[in-house]
């Protein structure tokens, strides 16, 4: 993507709102050519981890936030792509009532660009209507700062949830049509396969979560219920209707 005026925009985790997880191979390839290209990117981490929630029963948290870092971001660090790190905590954590509250931090290892990347910086914010300090941003940087074992505290409860729920769909959508998107592929918290037509009367039937759109499904992964038998149900109207 090297069009002039074209900011590339890679998801530096599962992919919002397939749960498409790029191999590591792919996110290496990228930043090489970046580097290469002295191409600014923008780099959205709006889960951060959730690729790796199913690795909680073997790994700790800290090495999941690691190997996630580790694989979605220091590529770029080490080859010194210029990119703004798009935060959104609170779709990486339990509580959506703390929105509005986002992050964008600036990574410029070449301090003569300095006034060049000040200036994509600000047209992200101004294009995305971000350009203010909001009170909860505020209140959750200082958290991060002063309350920081809290909010790990909190996110791998989410984790936890999600690699909980990932484990019972891979489980029941065994054999059928959309077992490919419990894969290591994919990850977090939402799947968006294809759908058969009249798929949305289906599906609301059985299940109140999704939201469709264009002949897909949006699917929020933590909306199966604990019950396995009930579940069983779910995911089977799902696996009938979608592909």
């Keep these: 993507m090297a069009e002039q005026g074209l900011l590339p925009v890679y998801q530096?985790?599962?992919m919002n709102p397939t749960g498409q997880v790029r191999h590591p191979k792919v996110i290496a390839a990228r930043a090489k050519t970046a580097?290469?290209?002295?191409?600014?990117?923008?780099?959205?981490?709006?889960?951060?981890?959730?690729?790796y929630a199913?690795?909680?029963?073997?790994?700790?948290?800290?090495?999941?936030?690691?190997i996630?870092?580790?694989?979605?971001?220091?590529?770029?660090?080490?080859?010194?792509?210029p990119f703004a790190l798009a935060l959104s905590p609170t779709k990486s954590f339990v509580s959506f009532a703390l929105r509005p509250c986002g992050l964008l931090l600036l990574f410029s290892p070449d301090l003569s660009k300095?006034?060049?990347?000040?200036?994509?910086?600000?047209?992200?914010?101004?294009?995305?209507g971000s350009s203010f300090e909001h009170p909860t941003?505020?209140?959750?940087?200082?958290?991060?700062?002063?309350?920081?074992?809290?909010?790990?505290?909190?996110h791998r409860i989410a984790l936890e949830r999600v690699a909980a729920a990932e484990t019972?769909?891979?489980?029941?959508?065994?054999?059928?049509?959309?077992?490919?998107?419990f894969s290591d592929e994919y990850a977090g918290l939402f799947r968006n396969p294809k759908t058969w037509k009249d798929a949305s009367t289906h599906i609301y039937n059985e299940h109140l979560y999704p939201?469709?759109?264009?002949?897909?499904?949006?699917?929020?992964i933590t909306g199966i219920p604990d019950n396995e038998e009930i579940a069983h149900r779910h995911v089977t109207v799902f696996a009938e209707h979608c592909y």
């Design 12 to 14: 530096a985790g599962p």
């Design 35 to 51: 580097a290469e290209q002295y191409t600014f990117v923008v780099l959205d981490r709006a889960y951060s981890g959730f690729e």
């Design 54 to 66: 199913r690795l909680l029963a073997t790994h700790s948290y800290d090495e999941i936030m690691r």
């Design 68 to 81: 996630s870092y580790e694989q979605q971001i220091k590529p770029f660090i080490e080859r010194k792509v």
């Design 114 to 128: 300095k006034q060049e990347t000040t200036h994509i910086t600000n047209i992200i914010l101004r294009a995305r």
């Design 137 to 154: 941003t505020r209140a959750f940087v200082k958290a991060m700062i002063h309350d920081s074992g809290r909010l790990e505290a909190e």
């Design 168 to 181: 019972l769909w891979r489980k029941l959508a065994q054999g059928t049509n959309i077992e490919y998107q």
């Design 211 to 220: 939201v469709f759109s264009n002949n897909r499904c949006r699917q929020n």
